[in-house]
């Protein structure tokens, strides 16, 4: 049988006391057609020493200066040449037989991306905290708003992912779930196969960036909404609850060809209608209430008569009903 080749690229930091088991999990793998890089950003600490151990299992690696995580990725995606790509970052690390999986996968069925199971873990006390896989939904637009997606255990053929422009350097945080993002408004979710193999390893640590700076992926993530918003053309009561400062710079125009805006807002309706009335935007509340309505998503209970009363008749004092609503 023939495998198709699978990239995989390490972008590091000074990450010298979690690399080798990163190293050891990939080119332990036994997968017959693998191309391995890996792109330090300059490691002071004993990075390069580790790679050096492993070096002639490596395909390619350099230590020198880059611009950040996104940026190391891009290096690293300029020099693959597979047929299947995902990057695995230096403080993660793959399950054993997940490249077999992931190969036999991408041979088996039509598809541009693969995704199976990542197990995040702490590793203050080694305890796991939940086994997660990329989450498809009903309709696209419902992916797209629940944004439910786990980056070390999606797969991508390589040529998608070039299609897309590759990773955006302009981000620091999000630059999985933006390209996640930009393949969905273009192609849509029908060549994504999800399978039920256990497949990385994310270790959450206090120098994770998604313990330590989960406002910066916030900002991150609303600018990027304000760019989709803006283009699909959502009026100003949705663009003004995703203003934020920061601006979001694409790697090109996006194309939004599988993108149901009516969807999309309904989408949107169901997810940030009680946020809109709990942060008193009532604009935005009255219009997400009145897609809800037209959509026929709203049932007759106690909670969606409270919230139309506080959107559209006055305060009055309904709060005991909003307790659990989600």
Not at 158 to 176: Q, R
Not at 192 to 198: E, H, R
Request: proline share 3%.
């Amino acid at each position: 049988m023939h495998y198709p080749k699978i990239s995989i690229v390490t972008p590091s930091y000074n990450q010298g006391h979690y690399i080798e088991q990163t190293i050891q999990s990939i080119i332990g793998q036994g997968y017959p057609n693998l191309e391995y890089i890996i792109i330090d950003g300059g490691s002071t600490d004993n990075t390069t020493e580790v790679i050096k151990k492993y070096e002639q299992y490596i395909s390619l690696w350099v230590s020198e200066p880059d611009n950040g995580q996104s940026d190391a990725i891009n290096k690293g995606l300029a020099k693959c040449t597979g047929d299947i790509f995902n990057w695995i970052n230096s403080d993660d690390y793959l399950e054993p037989g997940a490249l077999q999986k992931i190969g036999e996968a991408f041979l088996n069925a039509d598809a541009d991306i693969v995704c199976g199971f990542t197990r995040i873990f702490s590793e203050s006390n080694q305890q796991d905290i939940m086994l997660h896989r990329t989450e498809l939904f009903d309709t696209m637009e419902a992916t797209l708003v629940q944004q439910r997606i786990n980056q070390q255990g999606m797969f991508y053929r390589l040529s998608i992912i070039k299609e897309l422009g590759g990773i955006n350097n302009h981000l620091h945080f999000i630059m999985d779930l933006e390209c996640w993002f930009r393949y969905l408004c273009y192609k849509g979710q029908k060549r994504i196969v999800l399978i039920d193999n256990l497949l990385a390893h994310f270790r959450l640590h206090k120098e994770s960036k998604t313990e330590a700076q989960a406002r910066q992926f916030r900002e991150e993530e609303k600018a990027m909404w304000y760019y989709i918003l803006q283009a699909n053309r959502p009026g100003a009561a949705w663009s003004k609850f995703f203003a934020t400062d920061k601006v979001y710079q694409p790697v090109a125009p996006w194309q939004f060809d599988a993108v149901r805006p009516k969807l999309l807002y309904e989408e949107l309706s169901q997810k940030y209608l009680y946020p809109a009335l709990s942060a008193g935007n009532k604009v935005l509340g009255r219009k997400a209430y009145k897609a809800l309505l037209r959509s026929g998503r709203l049932s007759l209970n106690l909670h969606h008569i409270a919230i139309f009363v506080k959107l559209f008749i006055g305060n009055i004092p309904f709060r005991k009903f909003f307790k659990n609503h989600a």
